[in-house]
């Protein structure tokens, strides 16, 4: 089944601990990104990749990092996680060519 | 910079045809994206317009206009289930896409 995985789907830190979100897709897509959901913000873009080793910062990148060393892999990382960070983390991925974007589960992030 | 507005609630009955519309800033972008979010969910897509037009996919329409810098998505048909947000979002290159801050729909009996 065509799918993006996300681990862990829930998790509640503390300030400062860093912590590393991972996500996977199995559809061999050349593209894929991380976004962070906030009421009344809609799906803000963080960070985004055309293919292994090509990333590239979206609109809200600050306390984040991403790496893309496999192209089926890309996860978000935050070294020092801070309390305006908790939100709903979603990643998605899309074929070269392709319009549709096909979205994980999403990861609800609690720094307290 | 981008920016989208759409309006943040429309209500409809069961049945009914209902437009969602997203007008954009811009100074350049490939193509009008919408997307439908369920209570809980992760977004789901559901149509994409490169060019100005209607672009038809069962009871969904997209509309794209770029000389007016706006956009509207129609559901005909409408259905209990058809109750969720939905977004609309510009893609401004490659993976860049930037979303607007969503339309939640709700259908009553």
């Known amino acids: 089944e065509a799918q993006v995985t996300q681990n862990p789907r829930y998790l509640i830190t503390v300030t400062g601990k860093k912590l590393t979100v991972t996500c996977s897709q199995n559809m061999n897509h050349e593209y894929m990104s991380w976004y962070r959901q906030d009421p009344g913000l809609g799906l803000r873009q963080i960070y985004y990749s055309m293919n292994v080793e090509v990333t590239d910062k979206g609109d809200v990148p600050e306390g984040y990092k991403v790496s893309r060393k496999e192209k089926r892999n890309f996860p978000l990382i935050l070294e020092s996680p801070s309390p305006n960070q908790t939100s709903l983390y979603f990643c998605?991925?899309?074929?070269?060519?392709?319009?549709?974007?096909?979205f994980g589960p999403g990861t609800r992030l609690l720094v307290l | 910079g981008q920016s989208l507005e759409q309006p943040s609630e429309v209500t409809a009955v069961e049945g009914a045809i209902v437009q969602i519309n997203c007008t954009y800033q811009?100074?350049?972008?490939?193509?009008l994206s919408w997307y439908q979010q369920h209570d809980g969910g992760a977004p789901t897509f559901l149509s994409y317009n490169a060019l100005d037009g209607l672009e038809e996919t069962g009871r969904f329409s997209s509309f794209l206009s770029r000389s007016d810098s706006y956009g509207y998505l129609l559901l005909q048909e409408l259905q209990m289930k058809d109750s969720a947000s939905y977004f609309c979002a510009l893609n401004t290159g490659f993976q860049k896409l930037v979303f607007g801050t969503g339309t939640r729909l709700l259908v009553s009996p």
């Open positions: 998605a991925s899309r074929g070269q060519g392709e319009e549709t974007q096909y």
């Open positions: 811009t100074s350049g972008f490939y193509g």
